[in-house]
C-alpha cells in the first residue's frame, strides 16, 4: 500500500520541476558566459524529472478520469503536447551545446527557455487547480493509494506501463 495519496504524488513531483525551472528561469534572465551549457544540463534535469512524472500521469492518472472528465482531460493531454514541442525544440538546441552555438541560435535557446518555463508552469496551475482538486474531491482513500502504489510501481519501472494490473478499482472503464 501506498503511503500517500496518488495527487499528492503529483504534487511532490511539481514542487521539484518547479524548483529546476525557476533555476532555468534565473539562468536566462541573466545570461552570462557559459549559458548555454548551464542551460543544457539544468533541460536535462527538467527532463529527468518530467519523463516518469508525465508517464504517471498518462498512464495511470489521466485514464483513471477519462469518462468522467473527458473534455478536462483532453485540455490536460493538448498541454502536453505542447510542453513536448517546445522540450524537442530545447533537446535540437542542447544537443548542440558541446559544439557551440551561433549567437542566433543562442538568442532561440533563451526564447525556448522562457516557453517551457510558462508551459509546464501554465500546466502546473492548471492541473492542481483543476484536476487534482477534482481527484481530491471524488477519489476514496482505497482508490488514492491504488493510483498511488500503481504511479510508484511504473516509476520503479518493476512493472509494464499499462492502466491494468491490480485491479483493486476501476472506474469508467479504466482500472487502477
Ligand atoms: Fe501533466
Ligand atoms: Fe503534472
Known amino acids: ?53 508525465v508517464r504517471k500521469e498518462e498512464n495511470v492518472f489521466y485514464p483513471y478520469f477519462q469518462a468522467a472528465f473527458s473534455e478536462l482531460l483532453a485540455e490536460m493531454d493538448e498541454q502536453h503536447e505542447y510542453i513536448a514541442e517546445v522540450t524537442a525544440g530545447m533537446g535540437e538546441l542542447t544537443g548542440m551545446a558541446g559544439k557551440g552555438l551561433t549567437e542566433r541560435q543562442v538568442l532561440e535557446l533563451i526564447r525556448l527557455s522562457m516557453e517551457l518555463f510558462d508551459a509546464i508552469q501554465h500546466h502546473i496551475v492548471d492541473e492542481e487547480d483543476q484536476l487534482l482538486r477534482l481527484a481530491d474531491q471524488h477519489l476514496s482513500v482505497v482508490e488514492q493509494d491504488c493510483l498511488a502504489t500503481k504511479m510508484q510501481r511504473l516509476e520503479v519501472g518493476s512493472r509494464p506501463i499499462g492502466t491494468a494490473g491490480l485491479g483493486d478499482c476501476a472506474k469508467g472503464g479504466a482500472t487502477c
Request: charged letters at 25%; aromatic letters at 2%.
Open 1 to 53: 500500500m501506498a503511503s500517500v495519496a496518488a495527487s499528492d504524488l503529483l504534487r511532490t513531483d511539481h514542487r521539484q520541476i518547479e524548483m529546476a525551472l525557476d533555476r532555468l528561469l534565473a539562468t536566462v534572465k541573466h545570461p552570462g558566459e557559459g549559458i548555454v551549457l548551464q542551460v543544457r544540463d539544468i533541460f536535462a534535469e527538467i527532463q529527468r524529472l518530467m519523463g516518469p512524472h
